[in-house]
């Protein structure tokens, strides 16, 4: 599990002894990853990053989600057509779908739902050293064919996960991001 370290913004810690990241360590070090080494995921890491999923937090508990994960690579291979960003997906170790009522993927409170489960996804495996990258869905149909869940259900988006082909994950030292002082506003505007 992730450990709790404190620092102030841009700060850099250490890993927590046990290999992995500390929670800020694992936030800063989170970011798209496309290209995958050709390296299994184990299931113990897997499970501990879907359990991240489970756990996630929703309005009012109401848990609007599925998960399906996915380790063949055929099967990996026709999932990255279900979006034509998706290449990732062809090349990724494993790649969860998200699954929800169809009736209610469009409500707000639902989508923010997913993107707390999306999140915990990521950041569990972040702390594993795993990157992850999202797709969206464009042809829901192959998605019910390759991921075989109900007609009532809708996949609402994939995330690919994957050791890192290129430079492993570690914290940004320089982030691309608006400086900490522009966004963050204290009290007011």
Known sequence: MMAIHHETPGGHGTTNGAGHMTTPEAIWSRRNVREYAARPISGAD?????????????????QPWDFVVVTDPGQL????????????VAVSAATIALITAADDAARGRVQF??????????????????????????????????????????????????????????????????????????GRW
């Open 46 to 62: 897997l499970d501990q990053i879907l359990e991240a999923a489970r756990r996630s937090p929703s309005s009012q508990n109401n």
């Open 113 to 186: 739902d997913l993107g707390q489960a999306t999140m915990s996804i990521m950041l569990a495996a972040a702390d594993l050293g795993i990157g992850s990258c999202h797709s969206a869905i464009g042809d829901q149909e192959l998605a019910r064919q390759l991921l075989g869940y109900p007609a009532d259900k809708t996949c609402s988006l994939l995330i690919s996960l994957g050791y890192p082909a290129g430079r492993r994950l570690a914290p940004i030292r320089e982030p691309d991001r608006r400086p900490f002082a522009e966004v963050v506003h204290r």
């Open 77 to 88: 291979r026709r999932l990255s057509e279900v979006w034509r960003g998706a290449g990732h």
